[in-house]
């Protein structure tokens, strides 16, 4: 969590905590999970989300909630605006980053993965997608198919006229269409294949990994260039298995534990107790079709302790 973020989330639970219970804390409190998750889907980092969360909070202390009549259509308003303004900065951070750029992962509890539509929002391979679109066509993405709120709210979030809404709109769900993840599975059918693929790597077993990988598997990694991690993508049942089938060999010192990662099946490797690795699975057709390995150390902070998320 990003520093002013993390203070933000502290003042508003210290300030529920302690009794002050003034309609301005209470609407944030109440709305504070829908706009991470606003945020966090435009923006892929949960670092800038709070971030945005502060600068929204700061926003929504100067008014006087009695005057706005939706007050969480006002609250993802300011929350859109920040992350758009946000969005530039991101993305000018990704263009000196060391090494292929991931999403930050977010432990996410089990009932986000029941929720098909938001797991699918959320899911690394979607964020990636996501990333190809223009700032606009992203919000206005977000908050219409993810969020379904009215084109005339969207306008006022960006800005732009009902009539731009729904060209972006337009534009942005036929760009998304073309290049989204095949159909999404069963979280029943997501955890047998995350288990065949955990025994596979834990013992190492080159053909139990081949069994269970599509032929045209994708492995990204990200190491920020902090931590040793693939520059490329590795494409194949072949070459993601010759990688994986060594990483049973850390020792006793490496366990791999099964979780929720953005709504979907992970394993999370530690070493010594510490968060060494995520890795995140796409399951398609019951094969391991994508998996996303983040070791960037700056990104794992999320994955201690399962984020709440709602729409």
């Not at 969480?72 to 263009?95: C, D």
Request: aromatic share 4%.
């Amino acid at each position: 969590m990003g520093e002013r973020g993390e203070r933000t989330a502290g003042t508003v639970e210290a300030l529920a905590r302690g009794g002050r219970t003034d309609s301005a804390t209470q609407a944030f409190v109440a709305h504070r999970n829908l706009l991470f998750t606003v945020a966090y889907g435009m923006l892929g980092s949960a670092a800038d989300a709070e971030d945005v969360l502060q600068e929204t909070w700061m926003r929504w202390a100067g008014v006087a909630p009695d005057t706005v009549r939706d007050q969480r259509a006002y609250l993802v308003r300011i929350t859109t605006r920040e992350a758009l303004i946000r969005l530039s900065t991101l993305r000018r951070r990704k263009e000196s980053y060391v090494g292929p750029w991931l999403p930050e992962p977010l432990l996410t509890t089990p009932d986000v993965a029941e929720d098909i539509e938001l797991a699918d929002s959320i899911s690394m391979a979607m964020l990636l997608v996501l990333e190809t679109l223009t700032p606009n066509e992203r919000a206005v993405f977000v908050l219409r198919e993810v969020f379904d709120l009215a084109y005339e709210e969207i306008a006022e979030a960006v800005g732009r006229s009902l009539a731009a809404v729904r060209q972006i709109a337009h534009r942005a769900r036929a760009h998304v269409a073309a290049r989204r993840p095949r159909g999404a599975v069963s979280p029943a059918e997501a955890r047998e294949v995350l288990k065949a693929f955990e025994r596979a790597i834990e013992t190492g077993d080159l053909q139990g990994l081949l069994d269970i990988l599509a032929p045209d598997v994708v492995l990204l990694g990200d190491g920020g260039g902090v931590v040793q991690a693939v520059r490329e993508p590795v494409v194949g049942a072949g070459p993601v298995a010759e990688l994986l089938s060594g990483q049973g060999r850390f020792g006793a010192a490496a366990s791999l534990q099964p979780a929720h990662v953005n709504g979907c099946p992970a394993l999370i490797l530690r070493l010594s107790g510490e968060i060494d690795t995520v890795l995140a699975v796409r399951v398609d057709s019951g094969l391991v079709a994508g998996l996303f390995v983040v070791r960037n150390p700056v990104k794992l902070s999320h994955v201690e302790r399962a984020t709440t998320l709602r729409r």
